[in-house]
């Protein structure tokens, strides 16, 4: 039956070998997988249709901005490029059919948005103001992009030094930009170039390990208030080799409760169509997405 | 720009449109297309989808096809993204060896093992099955389930449980849905193998498709239509036909599928009982839109394959692209489900409206698909807009912009193989529209954790959008990758640098970054520069001072691979004046002769030693006199060939040997693109599906019996398909050609041959320097209108076109090779004519390709060609603008006679001399600029 549907699907043989491997050596499973799929998108259909409308015993929306900070640092410290992809996510535990009205204060910054099918697309075209009927319990309202931001809430400065067969790093964190909110989780990762030996790399402050499949990996948490984080030390290189030709890119980790960075603010969200007044809950949270330094 | 509504409509001045950003009234779009907007119903509330990033995997790629597709389909739907990232898996993984899924468990412990303790255990199956099945005891349902799920689980690790078949049908006779379809399944699984068993299960299945559950029917008559059993087709046609007419939608989107599984076992059996009818009829009229879209697809499916046996069918097919199916189909497109909506917006791209009105309140109505959270949605609807906009160059335009973001957001966010297949999207459209994007590459850096494939791809959108204004920082960002870690990027990005030096104008501080990279004396960025620099130097001699000062330093010893070691023996032969040392360096590798195990490498230490020797003779001689000793004792044959050859030629007379080694060379000016434009014109039409990814059209990675025009292409003998033979064709006609021109270069020639009987990459320049030079002598390529059309920014040079032609025709003409073949046949001659053809057009038809696309440029297009000089043989087609008047033309060449004979076959008889008119007139035009 699998062959039928490739051969459906006019794909060569020989360009999906990998396919074929996999379903050749998985068997039945595949069949399996695939014959009770429908069925079950099904049955989940029933039970929407049952559900409706939901009755809850608690009444509540929770509305949470979700943002990641993708950015690439230059080796002299310059942003290359520095992005934010964000996420509208709505929990929602509503009786009855409730009409909701989410607005931002600066919905200009965003560049590009995805919407949900619930969301209505007039009332957003017109003025910027997200209108739905949610379903019920967890699920993404929006993506958006921002692009072209101008600064990071922390920095990272590496210094790689190389000569006579050894490597000096040093690299040092520390706020730039001060969110207004505690940044937490600020980890450093590296990957070892091959050709080093060994790696005798301290810390100030946090935890340093050196991982099997050669990561460097730093764990800061919060920045202390009194001093700057810093690690340092030297890498061994390979015998015969004088210098290290290429420097390692620091990955950098973190996360911030309570703010979004992109400066997206929530307006107000407004209920209509509920026999109660909910209970209404914001969160924002900023985490760092592919966030690269190079050295 | 993302905020704001886009709306397309036309200015007050009919020639101009332009886009306004502006609120929309409500009934805005138009009497026919009124968008509906019901987000109280409950279908929208259940879609609430999965983040984006499941959207591409595989299981749901596999419940999509058979829920809605099953059996097959007749495109390439977007379905088949999916597919493109298992197996893009497969061939990053080959070329890279950076997945290694043997690697994973679960593969080898899931083969299927021959197990001899497994089969007592089928067998223990098999009689605690055979016990159960008449007990009517409390709790028989909970052991029964238990003994099915082991049976499936048997079945589904490869064990043969066949023999509990007759069983497991008397196990079935359940009001436990849970039992019934773990049945059903085992039942569906096996009966394709056991079709007399099968017959057992007849009975039961068509009981239970008509049970009081709508669930039970359902799943019964999925299994029924699951048996492909060829002989127990006349049980279905009655249960199918009930299910059609089911009051419980999921009946009906099951029997809608099971229509399509029967005319694949018997399509007689699914015509005579007049299902086609009864789809047709559900599709218009249906509540429920994944009945509708069930009935579409398999619609679609049907009267494609019908369309060659009956006239009906056909027309039928045409009459799905008709104005009131698709209008139906766009206002209620809000109510289906992602991939129905796929499905619909696949439709409506075969559609031609009739005006720009027309155009455009489908796009305002659709404007809002670009932010659907689905990003098949997203591409399949980009994919509508620029084909609808063809035509219409400002708005083409427009839409490149309005599709941007989107398409960025697509890349950056969801899966890596996500990002792969948009960016081989964005890719193509860079390819067309560079400009475009040249504000943008930033979003083509590449950060670290990306895969090879995304970078790879990445460092080639860099390469593409590299313009005056970005240059620098994309150099800047790409010699960063030079020093990374991973080397294939690093190699790739240094070539990348390469080819933007070679297309761009100003290369001052390229070439010094390129000079920089040889300093920084690591073995593979060394090897890539000198393959670069070399490339330069035959670009731009003028900065040969600054090169070899640098390449002069480099000890050859420090340079392994054969691909830099012949670029640097290339430079020391062509450069011998300048490098002091040149002779020496020569000799000391000729006295290594017998460790050089590349044939390539070889190769070029001849020619260089020959060339060193012509203008250095003194110091040569002795290693010139080693290297043809040493080349004619050599095993490979072109080596040993050329040396013969160059010692012969010595013989003969030094000054005509220094006219073939040492002739004049003129700067290559452009290096040949490898895909020629009509190759990607294929491509920009097969958006949106694997074409895209693998850069080939589908006929060149489809199986063959899902080739359409390739069919026709056999059935007219040796008439190949334009296009196929434009990859291979094109290239051995240069060769030929270049065989042809005798000594002008034969020292490049010598270079390609010696890379090709190599089979190693550095095979295009030489070839194409020469050949492109021959071109442009004898054929200047007259400008293609469907580039101008896509307004690219560049001034749009209407073509030499007829003066004025009282016929118009559709820029954008589509017939599939079925049709053609089949109107061919029907048609009678409406002219015949012979017509002499002006000796530049003669000239100019080197290639069948030359003549297609120039023809495209008239709005003719061609269904085959082939033949070799001097006979050519052609199928033209082209169609009215206004109408669906179709004209077929069969054109013969003789280039030696100077001769075309034309047979025209048109729709509309009385318009075909006028077409005949047009065509001659297309047709004189050949060949001139």
């Known amino acids: 039956m699998l062959e039928k549907q490739l051969t459906g699907h006019r794909v060569d043989r020989s360009i999906c070998a990998w396919f074929w491997e996999q379903v050749i050596s998985q068997g039945d499973s595949f069949k399996v997988q695939c014959e009770q799929h429908p069925s079950r998108c099904h049955s989940i259909l029933c039970s929407m249709e049952d559900n409706r409308p939901e009755k809850h015993t608690n009444n509540e929306v929770y509305v949470d901005l979700v943002e990641e900070m993708d950015a690439i640092i230059n080796s002299d410290g310059a942003l290359v490029k520095c992005e934010i992809h964000g996420e509208v996510q709505v929990n929602s ?203 | 720009m993302g905020l704001e509504r886009h709306c397309w409509v036309q200015t007050e001045s009919p020639l101009k449109y332009e886009k306004k950003c502006c609120p929309l009234s409500p009934d805005f779009g138009g009497d026919f297309i009124r968008p509906l907007l019901n987000s109280s119903s409950p279908f929208i509330r259940f879609t609430s989808s999965k983040p984006i990033s499941s959207l591409f995997t595989g299981d749901r790629f596999l419940s999509a096809s058979i829920e809605y597709n099953d059996g097959s389909s007749s495109s390439i739907s977007p379905l088949s993204f999916s597919f493109a990232f298992s197996t893009l898996r497969s061939s990053v993984e080959s070329n890279d060896g950076i997945w290694n899924s043997r690697s994973d468990p679960d593969f080898d412990n899931s083969h299927p093992k021959p197990n001899s303790t497994r089969k007592g255990e089928v067998s223990d199956l098999k009689m605690q099955l055979r016990q159960l099945a008449g007990s009517r005891a409390p709790g028989t349902d909970d052991s029964k389930r238990e003994l099915f799920k082991k049976v499936i689980s048997y079945m589904t690790i490869g064990i043969d449980v066949s023999s509990v078949f007759s069983e497991m049908v008397m196990c079935s006779a359940t009001s436990d849905i849970v039992l019934k379809k773990m049945c059903y399944l085992y039942v569906g699984n096996h009966a394709k193998y056991n079709p007399d068993l099968a017959l057992l299960t007849i009975n039961f299945l068509q009981k239970d498709c008509k049970d009081e559950d709508p669930m039970i029917r359902g799943l019964a008559l999925r299994s029924l239509c699951s048996l492909r059993v060829a002989n127990l087709v006349e049980y279905l046609v009655g249960p199918l036909g009930l299910g059609l007419k089911d009051g419980n939608s999921y009946v009906r989107t099951v029997a809608t599928v099971g229509v399509l599984k029967l005319y694949h076992i018997s399509s007689a059996t699914c015509v005579d009982a007049d299902f086609p009818t009864m789809l047709k009829h559900l599709m218009l009229s249906d509540p429920d839109t994944q009945v509708v879209a069930n009935c579409l697809s398999a619609l679609q499916e049907i009267w494609s394959l019908e369309a060659s046996k009956s006239e009906e069918a056909s027309r039928e097919k045409e009459a799905l692209l008709s104005k009131p199916v698709v209008y139906y189909f766009l206002n209620r497109i809000k109510e289906f489900s992602e991939w129905a909506q796929c499905l619909v917006l696949e439709l409506v791209a075969k559609y031609v409206p009739s005006d720009s009105n027309e155009i455009f309140d489908v796009m305002n109505l659709l404007e809002d698909r670009l932010q659907h959270a689905n990003g098949a949605v997203v591409l399949a609807t980009i994919k509508l807009f620029l084909q609808l906009t063809l035509s219409m160059t400002d708005v083409h335009q427009q839409v490149y912009e309005r599709i941007k973001a989107p398409l960025l957001t697509l890349v950056s966010s969801g899966s890596p193989e996500q990002s792969y297949a948009v960016l081989s999207h964005l890719h193509l459209l860079v390819t067309r529209a560079p400009m475009l994007f040249s504000s943008d590459y930033k979003h083509f850096y590449c950060q670290y954790n990306e895969p090879f494939y995304v970078k790879k791809l990445k460092l080639e959108m860099l390469t593409a959008l590299a313009s005056e204004s970005n240059t620098y920082e994309i150099v800047t960002e790409l ?239 040796n008439l190949s398909i334009g296009v196929e033979s434009a990859s291979n064709v094109v290239s051995t006609q240069m060769l030929e050609a270049n065989d042809n021109d005798l000594l002008l270069s034969t020292s490049e020639k010598e270079e390609s041959r010696g890379a090709s009987s190599n089979g190693s990459a550095y095979n295009a320049p030489s070839t194409d320097g020469s050949s492109n030079q021959l071109l442009a002598t004898h054929s200047p390529q007259p400008s293609m209108a469907i580039d101008d059309l896509l307004g690219l920014g560049l001034p749009v040079a209407p073509n030499p076109a007829p003066s004025p032609p009282p016929l118009k025709l559709n820029a954008r003409a589509v017939l599939d090779p079925s049709t053609f073949q089949q109107k061919w046949r029907q048609l009678p001659i409406s002219v015949s004519q012979e017509y002499s053809m002006n000796p530049q057009g003669v000239a100019a038809l080197t290639t069948p390709q030359s003549l297609l696309q120039h023809m495209q440029g008239n709005y003719i297009q061609c269904i085959a060609s082939g033949g070799q000089a001097p006979n050519f043989k052609f199928f033209f087609f082209a169609q009215k603008a206004e109408e669906s008047s179709t004209f077929l033309v069969e054109c013969v060449i003789n280039s030696a006679s100077c001769m075309a004979q034309l047979k025209i076959k048109a729709d509309d008889q009385s318009t075909s001399q006028a077409f005949a008119a047009l065509f001659q007139s297309a047709l004189s035009t050949f060949g001139m600029t």
Request: charged letters at 25%; a neutral charge.
């Open chain 1, 93 to 295: 535990h509503l009786s009855g059919l409730p009409d909701l009205t989410l607005s931002f204060a600066n919905p200009s910054i965003l560049n590009d948005v995805r919407f949900h099918p619930c969301v209505r697309f007039r009332p957003w075209e017109s003025h910027q103001i997200l209108s739905f009927v949610p379903p019920d319990g967890q699920f993404k309202l929006m993506s958006y992009r921002v692009k072209k931001l101008k600064s990071t809430p922390i920095y990272v400065k590496p210094q790689v030094t190389s000569d006579s067969g050894i490597c000096r790093i040093s690299v040092m964190v520390g706020i730039r930009n001060d969110p207004g909110k505690t940044i937490d989780s600020i980890t450093v990762q590296f990957q070892l170039p091959p050709c080093v030996l060994s790696a005798d790399l301290t810390s100030n402050h946090g935890a340093v390990n050196i991982l099997a499949n050669k990561t460097c990996s730093w764990s800061i948490g919060r920045i202390p208030k009194d001093k700057a984080p810093s690690m340092s030390g030297t890498l061994t290189l390979e015998t015969g080799l004088e210098r290290l030709r290429v420097f390692p890119t620091f990955q950098v980790g973190f996360k911030v409760m309570g703010v979004a960075l992109s400066g997206l603010q929530i307006d107000k969200l407004d209920l209509k169509n509920l026999p109660n007044r909910p209970y209404k809950g914001f969160r924002a949270l900023t985490r760092a997405g592919e966030f690269d330094v190079r050295s």
């Open chain 2, 479 to 717: 010699c960063e990758y030079a020093a990374n870690v991973d080397i294939p990027i690093a190699r790739e990005s240094i070539r990348a640098v390469g080819k933007i030096a070679l297309q761009q104008y100003d290369v001052n501080a390229i070439v010094d970054r390129l000079l920089q990279f040889l300093e920084m004396e690591k073995d593979y960025v060394t090897a890539e520069t000198l393959v670069l620099v070399k490339d330069l130097l035959r670009k731009y001699p003028q900065w040969s001072h600054d090169c070899i000062a640098v390449v002069g330093n480099i000890s050859s010893k420090n340079v392994q691979e054969p691909k830099a070691k012949a670029a640097l023996i290339w430079m020391l032969g062509e450069y011998a004046q300048d490098m002091q040392d040149a002779p020496y360096v020569l000799e000391s590798l000729i006295d290594n002769w017998e460790d050089e195990y590349s044939a390539e490498v070889r190769l070029h230490l001849l020619t260089a030693v020959m060339k060193c020797f012509l203008r250095r003779p003194p110091e040569t001689q002795k290693a010139l006199g080693d290297a043809l000793a040493a080349g004619i004792a050599d095993f490979h044959q072109d080596v040993h060939d050329r040396a013969l050859f160059y010692y012969r030629l010595l013989q003969y007379n030094v000054s005509v040997a220094e006219r073939v080694v040492n002739p004049p060379k003129q700067a290559v000016s452009v290096f040949a693109d490898p895909q020629n434009s009509e190759i990607k014109d294929r491509i920009f039409d097969e958006f949106n599906s694997l074409s895209v990814v693998y850069q080939k059209p589908s006929y060149m990675f489809t199986d063959k019996e899902h080739r359409g025009p390739f069919v026709f292409s056999e059935e007219l003998g």
